[in-house]
């Protein structure tokens, strides 16, 4: 039976009555629209998921969230959830591959590929994924906006629909604030906060997020948390305090804007766009 990739139940109930996970999916039949997708056997899903996850780096590289070596990303072996591929130690963004990617366990050893792991990635990401079974993909960079926006130590308020992705629906970890996680009871401070939410902002850090559907999901909202991120620092900057969405209204939008099938969704166009442009990430 072919595997199929499912959408986190946090779809409205209306919509999962009428068989849909997003109010986007069109109601007319034939028409061109991104479909979740099905694979016959377990190593044509990890081809799949080891593909994405080239392009999760490669959507990194664009956005300019590289800063030297930091920065890891992951996603769950279909076939032993004890593992997880992830991109090589001192590889920049734009350069990650197929052929380069490492698969890893939750020590830290590397099972399959040449290159070494970052000790720090595989500190937090392991953690998580050992802890959170659910959790199928992470990402986390050092970029700007998340990073200096981490330094406050709040949540991000709901200023716009966008930010109203997030609301209830992320975290702020105060543990290790500012402490390279190195150790390993770094990483397991880190996982205790990502029960039930997509996304965290690690104080004096930078900005993590989780999925329970896809590297895709993962990627996409860490991409729209640094972008919320700005948008709230550039608010910060003006001293005038915003008229913040309500939080009946700020639900609503996280419903239909902010599940983890959206993530997926909005990361279509980034691979659409990269398959056209960036051909040697297959290699």
Known sequence: ?????????????????????????????????????????????????????????????????????AGHLTVRDPEDPGLYWTNPMAIHFSQ????????????????????????????????????????????HAHTVYGTAFAALGKKLEPITQDAAAFFEDHVVIGDEAGQVAVEVKAGHKVANAF?????????????????????????????ALERCCQQQLLIDATGVAPRLVTPERARYSREHVGSEYIGWLHFQTIWNDLIAKQPDMFD
């Open 195 to 223: 029960k039930g939410v997509k996304a965290a902002i690690h104080q004096n850090h930078g900005l993590l997020t989780a999925s329970r559907h896809s590297i895709e999901s993962a990627a996409f909202w860490f991409i």
């Open 96 to 139: 990650v591959k197929v052929s380069n990617l490492i698969c890893a366990d939750h020590e830290g050893r590397v099972v399959e590929g040449n290159h070494a792991i970052n000790r720090a990635g595989f500190v937090l990401h392991a953690a998580v994924h050992e802890m959170h079974q659910d959790i199928v993909a992470m990402c």
């Open 1 to 69: 039976m072919a595997a199929v990739m499912e959408a986190r139940p946090d779809a409205p109930e209306k919509l999962v009555k009428e068989g849909k996970v997003s109010i986007y999916q069109p109601e007319q039949e034939e028409l061109i629209f991104p479909e979740l997708p099905t694979f016959a056997n377990a190593a044509a899903q990890r081809q799949h998921l080891k593909e994405r996850l080239v392009g999760a780096c490669r959507a990194f590289a664009q956005q300019g969230f590289d800063y030297g070596f």
